[in-house]
């Protein structure tokens, strides 16, 4: 396969082949660690989409009839691929998006083959319920099937694994895909479309356009015959989605923001805890939508915690991404930096606020225009304050103590999101009053960002609508139809 080392043309995968743009309208690909442009993207317009569209439509139903064994097949050639891929993909990714190179070799990439490996099996074991009625003679079962031609958006933050994480459960549902990774982190999604061609996929069934949301996106989202969306990104897109995707009666999955409390008592098992506090805190530049970004902790472990917290802080290695020690990579761009250091700016000015560590943008040697953040910590006094209530999506956190259960359930609770919750604590009566109240999809006790991906995953309030993962994601990538016989 072509290697990432020079200037890279990126181009539309649709039926199968690589395509210019046809308005031949062009985006810079930018490299986070140096500022320097290092390729094009296509920015693709309403008749690239249509392409796409059409491309999905030849290949439907004929894949939704091909037998699961077949499509499994081909979805677990799809994983041994990118696993055998493994340093390329890598290296793309931590190009692309400025995160460490360890961390997209270790998490992002096996992940991304994760997902194609987990629905190339879970389909085989994807089963509809029966009901019998008894004593009026008949008998009840429920097809679910492909829905038809699908879309799928995801975001910059987890390029790959988050792409695949809609990809793989809409094809092997029998589905075919018009799919756009962001316009910021696109080379992964790009070098995917030359593994689906050797992994024998047919031609149409993945079709992946790039360009930008306003142009490329909404041509998805707006296409009368793409039936259903799932999307991942921010809350206002999420928003904006919706609003023209429901009066066309789409099948909406929405994955959007969060501001997850990390709520930590005394009894916790308190070294665990600090370890991975500071992944919760600060992995992948703080850029998962799953973070814990307002940490809360009981006021008898709140000064020993904020000693011991901002000393490991201290300890970590703001520094290039390909560079094996570095903790903390680049931000993704330009003005995601920017706006990042707009909320830091804005908790110096607020009296609520504190900043104990970092704040400050870091200046790397050879590497002078690139998007470096040192991790922020903030001591708030409230939780209504702008940075306990609006996600910043970067490394910084707040700190703040409490006094007991029912005031750090009410300020846990206290945001317009409820993506996820950690919890640390051994009283098993405060875990179980907590995991039944706090306002989240997702809650862990006494670990983070544990995933088994058959299980449920997604947000409530303004974190989002619907769930991802396991049979939940088949369930969303097939339409259900009940059919009664009389006998
Ligand atoms: P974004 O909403 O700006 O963009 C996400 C995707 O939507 C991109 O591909 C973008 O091009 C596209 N898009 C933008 N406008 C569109 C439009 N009008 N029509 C169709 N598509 C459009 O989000 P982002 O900045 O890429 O990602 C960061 C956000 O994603 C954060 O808010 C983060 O919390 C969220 N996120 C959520 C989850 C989750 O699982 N809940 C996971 C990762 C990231």
Excluded at 144 to 156: F, K, N, T, Y
Excluded at 221 to 237: C, L, V
Excluded at 374 to 381: D, F, L, Q, R, S
Excluded at 397 to 424: K, R
Aim: charge should be positive.
């Amino acid at each position: 396969m072509a290697t990432t080392s020079k200037s890279i043309l990126i181009k539309n995968y649709i039926n199968g082949s690589f395509q210019n743009p046809t308005s031949n309208q062009w985006i810079d690909n930018i490299n986070p660690s140096n500022g320097e442009v290092y390729g094009q993207i296509p920015n693709s317009n309403k008749i690239d989409v249509e392409q796409a569209y059409l491309a999905a439509k030849s290949s439907f139903p004929k894949w939704s009839q091909t037998s699961l064994e077949q499509r499994s097949k081909i979805l677990l050639a799809i994983a041994d691929l990118l696993e055998s891929n493994l340093d390329l993909f890598a290296k793309a990714e931590s190009k692309d998006n400025g995160k460490p190179l360890e961390l997209a070799k270790t998490i992002d990439i096996p992940r991304a083959a994760s997902n194609f490996r987990f629905f190339a099996n879970a389909i085989t074991q994807f089963a509809s319920e029966s009901h019998e009625s008894v004593g009026h003679s008949a008998i009840n079962y429920t097809l679910r099937q492909a829905i038809g031609v699908v879309g799928c958006i995801s975001p910059w933050n987890l390029p790959l694994y988050l792409f695949t994480w809609k990809i793989a459960p809409a094809i092997a549902a029998g589905n075919c895909v018009v799919a756009k990774p962001s316009e910021v982190t696109p080379i992964t999604a790009y070098l995917l479309g030359k593994i689906c061609n050797d992994a024998g996929l047919p031609k149409g069934v993945l079709n992946i356009v790039h360009g930008l949301g306003n142009t490329t996106g909404q041509a998805i989202i707006e296409h009368p015959n793409i039936k259903a969306i799932s999307f991942t990104g921010g809350t206002k897109t999420g928003a904006h989605i919706a609003k023209i995707a429901a009066p066309m009666f789409k099948k909406l999955s929405l994955e959007l923001g969060g501001k997850n409390p990390n709520i930590i008592f005394a009894d916790c098992d308190y070294e665990a805890m600090l370890n991975s506090t500071i992944r919760s805190s600060f992995a992948n530049q703080g850029q998962i939508c799953l973070c814990g970004s307002r940490i809360f902790v009981e006021a008898s472990i709140y000064n020993t915690f904020k000693n011991d917290f901002i000393a490991r802080v201290k300890q970590l290695k703001v520094g290039h991404p390909s560079e094996k020690d570095t903790n903390i990579g680049a931000l993704v761009s330009k003005p995601h930096l920017k706006n990042v250091m707009q909320y830091i700016d804005s908790a110096k000015k607020d009296h609520n606020a504190t900043i104990l560590c970092g704040g400050k943008q870091v200046v790397i040697k050879n590497y002078e225009n690139g998007y470096y953040l040192e991790p922020t910590v903030i001591e708030v006094n409230t939780n209504q304050c702008k940075i306990n209530q609006e996600e910043i999506f970067g490394p910084v956190v707040s700190i703040m103590p409490f006094n007991n259960e029912d005031e750090v359930l009410q300020m846990a609770n206290d945001t317009p999101y409820g993506l996820s919750a950690t919890l640390w604590t051994n009283n098993l009566q405060r875990t179980m009053r907590f995991t039944n109240e706090l306002q989240a999809g997702i809650v862990w006790v006494n670990t983070w960002l544990m995933r088994d991906l058959r299980t449920p995953f997604g947000g409530v309030k303004h974190s989002g609508v619907g769930r991802e993962g396991g049979f939940e994601a088949l369930r969303f990538f097939t339409e259900t139809k009940n059919v009664c016989i009389k006998y």
